[in-house]
């Protein structure tokens, strides 16, 4: 079954990530759905997405999890500076 998140980092007013949206299914494909419908990004790893699946929705990623988050991060900055 198909799994998604959703991450939102804004550094002017959180110190961290936070899980904006999670599910897997029907529930999944919507995240995704959305994410294309607005050009975001989608990074694909299963592995990641396991892990983040267990932080609560709309707390911030831990710690411990902090180096996978920012090799997501540095695909979203190499997907979108790819144009520039």
Known sequence: MK???ALRYDSDKESAPRV???GKGVVAENILK???IHKLPIKKDEDLVELLSKVELDK???QSLYR???EVFSFVYKVTN???
């Open 3 to 5: 799994k998604a998140i």
């Open 20 to 22: 904006v949206a999670k």
């Open 34 to 36: 959305i994410a294309e």
């Open 60 to 62: 911030e990623v831990p």
């Open 68 to 70: 996978a988050v920012v």
């Open 82 to 84: 790819k144009n520039s």
